[in-house]
């Protein structure tokens, strides 16, 4: 197992440069060019450790609208990379609830997962929320407690196979 390790690890070690200058950070806006560069001829280096094979790291993503006539019933952003599809947001509106627009949006955002290839869904939501009980419904399940999270509220991850 150590001598695995040891072949695995040693060549990253013998390809290193020597850092002789201060080490400097700059934060920007907007990812230049010369950044896109040096990330995607990076992660093709750590993606071949990390899933053995080159990976295209394709990510898409759609703004869902639920609507009957000119109003908005409800609204999801979905964002799909790697065959999961994330759920950032998926909001109802308040006079509206338990109709079904919730279950619709849900629904369209499996399809459109598949449609990119996609295996699974996964968000987070607040530990105790009532959109938990709606998540639980539709067939997903906690797989992950996300303690003291966003507002140092508990949060937690759900996740749907699809
Ligand atoms: C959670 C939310 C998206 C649910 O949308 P919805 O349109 O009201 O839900 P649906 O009508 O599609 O419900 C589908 C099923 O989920 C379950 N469900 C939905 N709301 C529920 C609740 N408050 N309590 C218990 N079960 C619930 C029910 O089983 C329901 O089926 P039924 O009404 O036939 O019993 C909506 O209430 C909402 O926008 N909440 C505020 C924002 C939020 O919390 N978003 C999610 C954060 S990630």
Not at 71 to 95: A, P, Q
Not at 109 to 128: D, M, P, Q, R, S
Request: proline share 2%; net charge positive; hydrophobic share 40%.
């Amino acid at each position: 197992m150590g001598i695995a390790l040891f072949y695995t690890y040693m060549p990253n070690a013998l390809d290193n440069l020597v850092i002789t200058q201060p080490i400097k950070i700059v934060v920007l806006n907007r990812k230049p060019k010369a950044m896109k560069t040096f990330d995607s001829a990076e992660w093709k280096h750590y993606d071949r450790e990390h899933f053995g094979r080159d990976i295209k790291w394709d990510s898409k993503v759609y703004f869902l609208k639920a609507y009957s006539g000119r109003k908005i019933m409800g609204t999801m952003e979905l964002k799909v990379e790697g065959g999961v599809g994330e759920i950032k947001t998926l909001l109802v509106k308040h006079t509206m609830q338990r109709q079904g627009v919730g279950r619709a949006l849900v629904s369209k955002a499996e399809k459109i997962t598949k449609t990119n290839g996609g295996h699974k869904l996964f968000l987070t939501t607040g530990e105790g929320w009532r959109a938990v009980s709606f998540y639980k419904a539709i067939g997903f399940e906690q797989t992950a407690k996300l303690s003291n999270h966003y507002f140092s509220v508990d949060f937690i991850e759900m996740s749907k196979f699809i």
